[in-house]
């Protein structure tokens, strides 16, 4: 926790330093850049544990990092987004180097726009935004519940959603809360609900990628989470899947239809196989004791035909599936897409839900009536507040 207050100091000290800001670039390796930068490999990469050289692999093409230079133009501090709510710390000490997952700090803003259908969504949110992103989940959002080909030029559309800031720039993807798109005048409205899945206005789910649960009747004993403060090794820590308790040999079923892309050991997961599905989705099945016969990479399968068996393999205290759900190589948490029926709100959900779609229509409509445009965020300057002396991090370390 002493770190997390060092970062708290250096990102509002008055002592400003200029730093530079870099998006990581597809295909470099932490390895690479470690290399690429003259820092000791030692020490950052080979003497972390297991977590930690799995956490710097989710690192992704595309993330803004900052840089800290000394006087002498070497490196003084790093920090590298895992995901939304931790990153690697990597800052000069003594005459070395340490590494350290921390959590980031950001705020959050709930901002809408509207805009009028020109040719399709996707296009015109483009258009008028200029960002993939806000593209994206009004698409997952929709899912296929919507017949887009409907839409007339002039129909209108409004988003709202929330969008985290870190350093004073976008950070993550944005949610989307709420929004209304009209096809030949006729609205049609979805809303985030409090369990985190989009229901429309009658209060029926927006069914999305089913999966069946890859264990029946298993206990979860372990839940998704991008920052844990881990209360044995006291440092933050990610984990990112859902592990099932199990009896060693129960069967492990696919949870989706695809393609087995790695059916093998791998590291601390032990024997896991890894399944390739439509839309970019991924499902990994970890710490096996034996995989069915005929699993192997190339191999076809269909949602809920067993694939392997309960185990301990790996890095691992007790039989139990680890299992990950991925989209496009990130990690998402399962909970929120392992669903066997689309939901239909009843009784007092239902009753929260209206409340809730009764708010966000009058936001909707007030947008509408003002028709609120997109606003680009201003530039800053990239002056960071990371600048202190050796005999602080001595202090403090």
């Not at 990469?45 to 692999?57: P, Q, S």
């Not at 896991?272 to 995989?291: N, P, W």
């Not at 035909?305 to 190589?329: A, C, D, M, W």
């Not at 939901?343 to 509408?368: G, P, T, V």
Request: glycine share 6%; proline share 3%.
């Amino acid at each position: 926790m002493i770190r997390f207050f060092i970062l708290f100091l250096i990102t509002t000290s008055l002592f400003s330093a200029k730093v530079e800001n870099f998006r990581w670039q597809h295909g470099v390796t932490y390895s690479d850049y470690l290399s690429n930068n003259l820092l000791p490999r030692k020490y950052l990469l080979d003497n972390l544990d297991d977590d930690d050289r799995k956490a710097v692999e989710e690192i992704r093409a595309g993330v803004n990092c900052h840089l800290l230079r000394d006087d002498d133009g070497t490196i003084a501090q790093v920090l590298i987004p895992l995901n939304d709510e931790l990153q690697i710390h990597i800052y000069k000490f003594k005459n070395s180097y340490r590494f350290e997952a921390i959590p980031i700090i950001y705020t959050t803003k709930t901002e809408a726009f509207t805009i009028k259908i020109k040719s399709n969504p996707s296009v015109d949110i483009k258009e008028a935004t200029g960002s993939i992103n806000l593209v994206s989940i009004f698409l997952t959002g929709y899912k296929t519940s919507l017949d887009f080909t409907a839409l007339q030029k002039g129909d209108n559309l409004v988003m709202i959603y929330e969008q985290k800031y870190r350093l004073g720039k976008p950070f993550s993807m944005p949610t989307l809360k709420a929004s209304m798109i009209e096809t030949n005048k006729k609205p049609h409205y979805i809303y985030l609900n409090k369990d985190d899945r989009y229901y429309d206005e009658k209060g029926t789910q927006i069914e999305s990628f089913l999966l069946a649960r890859p264990v029946k009747n298993a206990r979860i004993s372990s839940r998704f989470t991008k920052r844990r403060f881990h209360p044995v090794l006291k440092r933050w820590k990610a984990h990112l899947g859902m592990d099932y308790a199990a009896r060693r040999g129960t069967p492990i079923v696919a949870a989706g239809s695809g393609r087995v892309s790695y059916a093998a050991r791998l590291g601390s997961y032990g024997k896991l196989v890894k399944i390739q599905h439509k839309d970019g989705y991924e499902t990994r099945y970890a710490h096996m004791k034996s995989f069915r016969r005929g699993i192997k990479r190339g191999k076809r399968v269909k949602k809920g035909q067993t694939i392997g068996y309960v185990g301990s393999t790996g890095r691992s205290t007790g039989p139990h599936l680890h299992f990950e759900l991925r989209k496009n190589g990130r990690a998402i948490n399962p909970q929120k897409r392992v669903q066997l029926t689309t939901k239909k709100l009843k009784n007092k959900e239902k009753k929260a839900f209206i409340k809730l779609s009764k708010n966000y229509n009058e936001s909707i409509r007030l947008h509408l009536e003002n028709e609120t445009k997109f606003i680009k965020q201003m530039k800053i300057d990239n002056c960071c507040y990371f600048n202190f002396s050796n005999d602080k991090k001595k202090k403090n370390g």
